[in-house]
């Protein structure tokens, strides 16, 4: 298996980029089939064929109104719900509570802040959040 080395972000430049980069060279190395994700075994026949048969079984082939009923009576509520932990929670409160701060920060209108949320934004709220003290 490989591993990254550790890289010293002391330095800059291009050194940088070529020290990521050799992360993921693989030249001389010795290939692992058990973690080769190109290493796929694609053959069906065999015990194999007989897990994928449901698949190609043509009598379970609904008609169009079957699909039309499921999306009419599909209920999004059931899976619509927002299911978490309780320390979840404490943490979801806890990020809002910090956002609306930085909003107060940036004299910027959290609530028209959240409607146009954008990389930058939340890019800049990461950092406003880290540097806090």
């Known amino acids: ?17 070529s020290d990521i980069e050799s992360c993921f060279d693989s030249k001389d190395e010795e290939s692992d089939q058990d973690i080769n994700p ?9 015990d194999n064929r007989t897990d994928i048969l449901w698949l190609l079984d043509e009598d379970k082939n609904h008609l169009l109104e079957y699909y039309l009923n499921q999306e009419d009576e599909f209920d999004e509520s059931q899976y619509m719900g927002e299911h978490y932990s309780d320390n ?11 956002f609306f701060q930085y909003c107060k920060y940036t004299g910027k209108d959290p609530e028209q802040m959240m409607r146009d949320i954008s990389l930058r934004v939340i890019n800049a709220f990461f950092d406003w959040l880290l540097n806090q003290r």
């Open 88 to 98: 979840s929670c404490l943490l979801l409160d806890f990020i809002e509570e910090q």
């Open 38 to 46: 190109t290493n796929v075994n694609t053959d069906i026949e065999g």
């Open 1 to 17: 298996m490989r591993y990254c080395q550790p890289i010293d972000c002391s330095s800059s430049g291009d050194s940088n980029r």
